[in-house]
């Protein structure tokens, strides 16, 4: 187990991780880092991006008020 | 074997999660079923929260817009994956709503992403017809894991609803993989015998035991007995598929509390199957009761096994030390299985016989009250006297001392006549003597 790698992981998982992630080596450690960074990454692109197309669906009437509670 | 399958279940569960493929956490094979889920509690909340101030001015944007657009800005703006995440944050009736508005497939892409714990009003919301809809789609996606995560969460109409459009494969690999275990119960309340009996016999057809024994597991008692009965009215080539599953993936600590349940009658006949008077199976029978403290199912079971049978157990008792022997006595006391003990220590080898005997003569007054009533009960007096004669000379004393005082005079003199006939000579005349 790599201290370091297991710090980046609890950095993406904002807490502790499990005890038995002891068992991984710094390789796996930072596999599932990089994992579950990427995800998050996709996850926040992908709702920037259905945010903005969702103001298309939305008559004119009622853009002004949607995009004020989206945007503030 | 059990727990390396649902650490796969847990890497299947949190690769779904996090966009992944299972092979791209097969690293994480080698850890604890239990730290994987843990794991992916974890990842759970943060993918949920991870865009959460965003998600919440969404679910807040919804409000202001009509029914059918939010379902049309839903399915075509936002996909599947963010309507899951969005699905918790919405009122619950407005969620329904959408969901009313939404086809069937998309909702079905929808459920695949949705953790039903952070929607659960909503879930337990749709209507069943539209539960059975999006069930019957994902039981074609072979989405078990999918659907495991609902139950629970569904109203009674809507799991019925569900459990009626798939088939009996299905709901058995859907059970095994049940997020919250303590539901299986519920759902096997729904379930009428027919449907169980067909259950059972698609477990033995499909190789699916290891499923069918995991619900057996993690059902009340007495639905633990009602389908123990039923799978004792299979033919024994369904039984012996249980049997040899049991035996090859180490199942026998979920097999013996069925036997536990099951009628006398069901329990007879399960003993009677051939399959289980195999060296192999009932040495995996008593690794299971050794492992897991189920000496009492075991001790009901001896006495109906054929004499060969018994005798293999014996055999595999040989090398029982004193806290294993502990452990059957007090079995015996706590669940009246005085018996069953009696006529199997009998049929052990001489040196594990001598253990017991010393076992059972330093019980307490109050635990001998029963077993002399047991021994008396059951005409075991030949047994008793042949264990006790195991005793060395002052133990034989003492022992015989508390018969004589705990048992009456009509017991000691059976007890007597049961030494005279079996040669016990220090025996007889330590009763004689005190």
Known sequence: ?????????????GGRAPDGLDALD????RALTVLLHDAKARQSEALDAAVEQSLEFVPRVMRGSVRKILFG | MATLLNADVEILKLARLVGAEPKDLAYLRHLD???VRDLREQVTVVMFDADRKMLQRVASAARLIPTKLAAVVGERAFGPLLCARLTGLLEPSRAVEVAGKLPTPFLTDLAAELDPRRA?????????EQIADITKLLAEREQYVVMGGFVGHL???ALRAAIAVVDDETLLRTAYVIESKGSIGALVATLQAERLESIIATAA???????????LGHVSERQRGQLGDIAAGQPDAVLDGMVRTATKELLWDDVLPVTRAMSDDSRARFAALKSIHTRPVLASIVDAASRHGLWPELLQLLPLLPAAAR???????????????????RAAHERSLWGPLMQFATELEDRTQVLIAKLVAAIGDDVLDGMLDAVWELRLEPELARLAAQLPKAQLKAFSERLLAQGGEEFVVALRES???HELAALGAALEKT
């Open chain 2, 33 to 35: 079923a239990q730290d």
């Open chain 2, 120 to 128: 659960s009003r909503v879930v337990a919301e749709i209507p069943p």
């Open chain 2, 155 to 157: 109203s009674e109409a």
């Open chain 1, 1 to 13: 187990m790599s201290t370091k790698a297991l710090g980046a992981l609890e950095t993406e998982l």
């Open chain 2, 419 to 421: 030494a005279e006939e």
């Open chain 1, 26 to 29: 710094a390789q796996g450690l």
């Open chain 2, 205 to 215: 057809q499909a190789g699916l035991w290891i499923e069918a024994l995991d619900v």
């Open chain 2, 311 to 329: 005798r293999q157990v014996a055999a595999l008792g040989t090398g029982f030390g004193r806290p294993v022997l502990e452990q059957i006595v």
